[in-house]
């Protein structure tokens, strides 16, 4: 993107984040251990300016412009198509297998070191998240081929 485009998209989700603040705020925040309508709103809303702000200073301290290169277009390809792939995989194949494989994806575009890293991270990630949301939490996931009883 060019250095107009980053600064209008910067201005965007600065305003947009400051909106979902405001309105989170009317909702009520609670406490963290007993989080009220707005809490969560809130919350998102604050990493959206944080994230629209970061954009806007990377943007004005740059000096060459941004964009991917010609070639990076077969990498985003690939993780868009990871992407479509994930969601009719999810209910038969199971949470922590897809996720563990979109996760393993990402990685390899992101160019991790070795694959030993990337298999590594990717299952911690998806067994991690997968127990934290089903057994903590109480979260109903597709449990799938790994976890199916019977």
Known sequence: MDRRSDVTAAAVFLALGAGVCAEGG???FGSV???EPGF???????????LAAGLLVRTLCRRTPAGPPAGDWARAGTLLLALVLYVPLLEPVGYPVTT???CAVALRILKTESWWLTLTVS???ALGTFLLFHRGLGV???????FSRG
Do not use: H, S
């Open 123 to 125: 299952v911690a990630l």
């Open 140 to 146: 109903e996931l597709p449990a799938g081929i790994l």
């Open 33 to 35: 251990r007993a989080p």
């Open 26 to 28: 009317r909702l009520g």
């Open 40 to 50: 969560f709103p809130w919350l998102g809303g604050l990493m959206l300016v944080g």
């Open 100 to 102: 563990a494989g979109l």
